[in-house]
């Protein structure tokens, strides 16, 4: 039986909405996920180096704005670097200035991809796929197989491109879905919030561009109509960066909000001045082609937009002060306060300063536990969330402290006396670490206490606080006995180790005694056990603190800040 004219008309439209809409979302899947493996592979071809040079090399506006350029051109996502700003900032390792500079930078580093795309390097896709693809299947070297993936993504990104293009020009055949495209051409307002919310959907200005491109080339976009949706691109991506500063600290938050007010600002201007920085775009771009226009107007707009607010830094961080007002939780800084690499050459001067940051960081952990117990017996919550802050700080001081020990015995060669004082440091920053850990667990523990409404009898309540309030006694008592070199109170801290041990027995005793009677439920008894537990684990560490002050070959000597 032969279809009729309408059915066949039906079945028509029915495979031509198919073709668009497998074809964009397989392209763009194709093209997000190109992208995201060309950028992981980068980042782990280049290891840890490209986070050590966002946190060290941005100590003025010039130098981080280069950084902010240099590593989002490699890692390919403006998003993945302000990710790590805001997290950088949440954690203490970066100033909200040195964040403004690398944001901008990341703007101008991101453009790279539309470059990229505008070269057309669509017949590659296919080979870089095999490439990648054997290189890593078949390559023993890891650096090489991350090669690998950087190559297959540059192919599966080209490749998702050339689908979408071709998606797009079964629309072109189209004259309603085809008009549907071009009605953008009548308002520049409509393209950028066309921008804004693409971006946003899919948290990719490179995406959108080439989506764009994807579209010029077909006729369906005309350059003037493309142009405010770049523009918009710029401030849609500002979303990952406002989500990953969600429940972060206000310089978190205010990182996040510099990114915004730099595209929102920074695209006003842009609109308002739009017919001039077309032609602007149309006069630096030799090479004829729609693909080379959008990268080169992406471009010209971040550079222009980073010339413009370079001089206005302070008046950037006054602003988000402003949008973001109140004062930040005063939690201890990440970044170490003083080790100082100029000493690594004088290793007695080097080994005191290794000894007041592992100081430091012995004070923070002491601060977890009193957060942990003000969660365990004040509900607390935000103290319990500062105990996982804290416990972040003291890990990162713990890495920067045992880099910086190696780095002074790899560069000296050390007394026998130095050489005792570095293992002494060695083992007490390590049992430090423990404690905060310790710390964390008990924190977290406060937190299920307070999520699933567990309540303690009053006999166990009493009896834990005042094994908390004993396990911290010791364990200031520890740390105060490590400052002062103090062996009399190194020595009250080891007796102290015979009394926790006696609390802990025979608060587990009461316990099963409770669990048996029915007075206290098995699930709440494991909650009260593993407390127990990681208490007088805090005990045992502070013991082993006080060792190196009573042991005269490991002796540290008093420590004074």
């Known amino acids: 039986m032969c279809a009729t004219g309408g059915e066949s008309g039906v079945l028509a439209s029915e495979l031509v909405a198919k073709t668009i809409i497998f074809g964009l979302f397989g392209g763009l899947g194709l093209f997000l996920y190109g992208m995201s493996q060309m950028g992981e592979g980068l980042q782990r071809a280049a290891g840890e180096r490209m986070r050590r040079i966002l946190e060290v090399l941005t100590g003025n506006t010039f130098s981080a704005i280069l950084v902010g350029t240099a590593v989002t051109a490699i890692i390919q996502s403006s998003s993945a670097t302000s990710v790590m700003v805001v997290s950088f900032v949440n954690a203490g390792l970066m100033t909200l200035k040195q964040a403004i500079g690398v944001i901008m930078g990341a703007n101008i580093g991101t453009t790279v991809t539309a470059w990229l795309i505008a070269i057309d390097l669509g017949e590659w896709a296919l080979p870089a796929i095999g490439l990648g693809f054997i290189l890593i299947m078949l390559a023993k070297n890891k650096t090489y197989r991350h090669i690998g993936q950087t190559i297959l993504g540059f192919g599966l990104l080209f490749l998702g491109l050339g689908i979408m293009s071709n998606a797009f020009s079964v629309v072109k055949q189209n004259p309603k879905l085809a008009d549907l495209f071009l009605s953008l051409e009548g308002s520049h307002i409509a393209s950028l919030l066309v921008g804004i919310l693409v971006t946003m959907i899919i948290q990719s200005s490179s995406a959108t561009?080439?989506?764009v491109i994807a579209l010029g080339t077909q006729g369906l976009l005309s350059f003037d109509?493309?142009?405010?949706?770049?523009?918009?691109?710029?401030?849609?991506?500002?979303?990952?960066?406002?989500?990953?500063?969600i429940g972060s600290s206000r310089t978190a938050k205010k990182a996040a909000a510099a990114h915004l007010m730099f595209n929102v600002v920074g695209s006003v201007v842009a609109m308002l001045v739009l017919p001039w920085f077309t032609k602007l775009v149309y006069a630096i771009t030799p090479i004829d082609g729609f693909g080379h226009l959008i990268a080169n107007a992406h471009t010209s707009f971040n550079l222009i937009n980073t010339l413009l607010w370079v001089g206005f830094v302070p008046f950037m961080e006054k602003a988000?002060?402003?949008?973001?007002?109140?004062?930040?939780?005063?939690?201890?800084?990440?970044?170490?306060?003083?080790?100082?690499?100029?000493?690594?050459?004088?290793p007695s001067v080097a080994l005191t300063l290794a000894s007041k940051e592992i100081l430091r960081m012995a004070k923070i952990a002491s601060e977890m536990v009193e957060d942990a117990k003000a969660g365990f017996f004040e509900k607390d919550k935000q103290a319990i969330k500062d105990a996982f802050a804290k416990e972040d700080v003291v890990d990162h001081i713990q890495k920067e402290v045992i880099s910086y020990l190696s780095a002074i015995l790899s560069r000296s060669s050390l007394t026998k006396q130095l050489s005792a004082k570095m293992a002494g440091l060695m083992n007490i920053v390590n049992?430090?670490?423990?404690?905060?850990?310790?710390?964390?667990?008990?924190?977290?523990?406060?937190?299920?206490?307070?999520?699933?409404?567990?309540?303690f009898s009053e006999e166990a309540t009493e009896g834990l606080q005042d094994f908390f309030n004993t396990v911290q006694e010791q364990y200031d008592r520890s740390v105060e006995a490590l400052r002062r070199d103090d062996r009399t109170l190194a020595r009250e801290v080891m007796q102290m180790e015979n009394e926790i041990d006696s609390?802990?027995?025979?608060?587990?005793?009461?316990?099963?005694?409770?669990?048996?009677?029915?007075?206290?439920s098995p699930f709440v008894g494991v909650v009260f056990v593993e407390v127990l537990r990681n208490l007088e684990r805090i005990g045992d560490h502070s013991v082993n603190i006080v060792e190196p002050v009573l042991d005269e070959e490991l002796r540290i000597g008093k420590i004074d800040l």
């Open 209 to 211: 561009t080439g989506l």
């Open 320 to 346: 988000v002060n402003v949008l973001v007002p109140g004062r930040d939780r005063d939690l201890p800084q990440m970044a170490p306060e003083y080790l100082d690499k100029h000493m690594l050459g004088t």
């Open 225 to 245: 109509a493309a142009l405010p949706i770049i523009l918009g691109a710029n401030i849609g991506t500002c979303v990952t960066a406002i989500l990953a500063s």
């Open 431 to 455: 049992d430090i670490e423990r404690v905060a850990d310790h710390c964390n667990n008990l924190a977290q523990y406060a937190n299920d206490i307070i999520e699933e409404n567990i309540n």
């Open 503 to 520: 609390i802990e027995t025979s608060l587990r005793r009461a316990h099963l005694r409770r669990v048996n009677t029915g007075e206290c």
